[in-house]
């Protein structure tokens, strides 16, 4: 579940492009589409959407797709840089236990 806490109101499409979205975990489909339409350049996550699923298993509150952003972003006409997972355990401690 990303959290988006700040963005600033960038000057330019030229500008986004130049903004990096950090978040906790791997953007799902639908947040890759957000990342790609509004025009941002480059995401940083944490724990990906594959160890999600692992955490969440098929918890009806969340059914986690099992789809990389890379993948979603790859299907697009604009390049969007991607680095992830980074820090991987440590993004999965606030799930141990919450999806059970
Ligand atoms: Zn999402």
Sequence with gaps: MPQITALATPESPQELELCTLYTSAEPCCMCAGAVYWTGI???VYALSEHALLG?????PENPTFSLPCREVF??????????GPM????AAEPHKGFWS
């Design 41 to 43: 350049g480059r995401v």
């Design 55 to 59: 955490l969440t298993g098929d918890h």
């Design 74 to 83: 790859a299907k697009g006409q604009r390049k969007v840089s991607v680095l």
């Design 87 to 90: 820090l991987e355990g440590e």
